[in-house]
């Protein structure tokens, strides 16, 4: 059995249940079709480059699944057929293809992970040279005022 990725965009009018019911629809073809899904991920409701059926927007998902190489037509047929699809790809993956795929979401939870401690160090780092740059602007400042208050203070015992 070769392994695919189907990408597909439903009605925009579905509600998570709905989007649910669909998915089990559509499963349940692949497994018909002697498929088995590997990976379901759900991209949510997007807005679509051009008008496709009347719709602006839809509802995207994307399953990875294996399935034999000749019942393929005949599920891209029945995608053709399902009401609640309004557009659809197949595409064959080769391992490779697939190994990253069914690791990318580890990955992705990973690099999310580092960005947000990445971000909160460098909050912490500008924080601390802000607190820096405005405790020497504060001792400028009381410098200044001290040094004023000596001129002044010798202004008047010299006109005295």
Not at 133 to 155: C, H, N, P, R, Y
Request: proline fraction near 1%.
């Amino acid at each position: 059995m070769r392994s695919y990725q189907s990408v597909l965009i439903l009605k925009p009018d579905f509600d998570e249940a709905q989007v649910g019911e669909c998915l089990e629809k559509i499963t349940g073809l692949i497994k018909n079709h002697g498929g088995d899904c590997l990976k379901v991920d759900k991209w949510g409701k997007k807005r679509l480059a051009y008008k496709v059926k009347k719709n602006r927007f839809g509802y995207y998902l994307n399953i990875y699944h294996t399935c034999e190489n000749e019942q393929v037509p005949s599920l891209e047929a029945k995608y053709k057929l399902y009401e609640a699809i309004i557009k659809f790809m197949v595409l064959r993956l080769d391992e490779k293809e697939l190994e990253r795929a069914m690791g990318n979401g580890e990955e992705a939870e990973e690099a999310e992970e580092a960005k947000v401690t990445a971000e909160a160090e460098t909050k912490t780092e500008k924080s601390a040279e802000e607190a820096k740059v405005a405790e020497e602007a504060k001792v400028k400042e009381e410098t200044k005022a001290v040094e004023e208050t000596k001129a002044v203070e010798e202004e008047k015992e010299g006109k005295k």
